[in-house]
């Protein structure tokens, strides 16, 4: 198994404060601040708690047990051990909740947990035993999850508190987005080979919001406006109202929105690597912060709170 990287980079409230790379650093309109790069085996999973806890899923080499710790300054210290063998999990927005997932006789199953007590809340069927690495994405609020699996998006929404399966969504081949869900959590936005794919989750209804060479693991605003994801050789973003566009050229394997919904985060490769950007939505203009020789096939692009630190992951090369 590989060792991966964890970097946190500060980011400047008025400016841009970026880390070319971590032994040196680099100014982007404003004095650099050196990012803290903390070994981690294994690293499934970033989220920031409303607390500003940076908190991470992190698989134990026994049984692929899920251990999720607690990122404090330069240390990683273990918050709990999740019962039971898993081959998946993810936590939810305010780092309370994990959903997990588990293999049995009859195939897979989503389980949900509390952080504080391990106690398993719900727990629903997802499909039969597969290959590939399951994964799930929380709503905002917490209340449903969507499964990926085989990086197909034609899965499900759950009900988080219930387990059981509100809609079937049914979208292209490509992976889901950092955001699927739209703010208030009654739609999902999958990939299309013509755009977005926005589902109703109640109804089933289903739209395309129009981007020219499709759209790549869309992801939605946080003030649910807007749509962003991988277009051609660089990001793109859509207001789903008015269909005004914007562009910018950076790698783009995921992206991820900045709380205020005025910067996107962009994690993909570079000229000579690998590279994460942030871009301003009003500008267009794309800041190179952080660059690195490999990448990996999801960043976990994490953004904090109040919008000062992003996370992300970075696999030691080979």
């Known amino acids: 198994m590989s060792t991966v990287r964890l970097v946190a980079c500060a980011l400047g409230a008025l400016a841009v404060t970026g880390c070319d790379s971590a032994e040196r650093p680099?100014?982007?309109?404003?004095?650099?601040?050196?990012?803290?790069?903390?070994?981690?085996t294994g690293l499934g999973d970033l989220a920031y708690g409303h607390d500003g806890r940076l908190l991470a899923v992190v698989e134990d080499p026994v049984c692929s047990r899920v251990v999720v710790s607690e990122i404090r300054g330069d240390r990683?210290?273990?918050?709990?051990?999740?019962?039971?063998?898993?081959?998946?999990?993810?936590?939810?927005?305010?780092?309370?909740?994990?959903a997990q997932f588990t293999d049995g006789r009859h195939g897979s199953r989503l389980v949900v947990r509390s952080l504080a007590s391990d106690k398993r809340r719900v727990e629903a069927a997802v499909s039969p035993a597969v290959l590939d690495v399951p994964h799930a994405f929380w709503s905002p609020d917490g209340r449903r999850l969507l499964t990926e699996v085989e990086g197909r998006t034609g899965e499900s929404v759950f009900d988080a508190r219930s387990g059981r399966r509100l809609r079937r969504t049914r979208?292209?081949?490509?992976?889901?987005?950092?955001?699927?869900?739209?703010?208030?959590?009654?739609?999902?936005?999958?990939?299309?080979a013509h755009g977005a794919l926005v589902t109703t989750i109640a109804s089933g209804r289903r739209r395309l919001v129009n981007v020219p060479g499709g759209l790549d693991r869309p992801s939605w605003s946080p003030v649910g406006t807007s749509i962003a994801?991988?277009?051609?050789?660089?990001?793109?973003?859509?207001?789903?109202?008015t269909g005004k566009r914007g562009e910018a050229t950076v790698g783009a394997l995921e992206v991820a929105w900045s709380p205020d919904g005025r910067r996107i985060a962009a994690y993909g490769s570079a000229d000579d690597g690998w590279a994460v950007s942030v871009i301003d939505v009003a500008t267009g203009v794309a800041t190179v912060i952080h660059r690195f020789a490999e990448g990996a096939e999801r960043g976990e692009l994490a953004w904090s709170p109040d919008g000062t630190k992003l996370a992300f992951r970075i696999p030691e090369p080979f």
């Open 229 to 241: 994801g991988g277009a051609g050789k660089g990001v793109a973003w859509v207001d789903v109202t």
């Open 171 to 192: 979208g292209g081949d490509g992976y889901l987005g950092r955001q699927p869900f739209s703010p208030d959590g009654r739609q999902v936005v999958t990939s299309d």
């Open 26 to 40: 680099r100014s982007v309109r404003a004095a650099a601040q050196t990012p803290l790069p903390v070994p981690v």
């Open 76 to 98: 990683v210290v273990p918050v709990i051990r999740l019962r039971g063998c898993t081959s998946g999990a993810a936590l939810s927005r305010n780092g309370r909740l994990v």
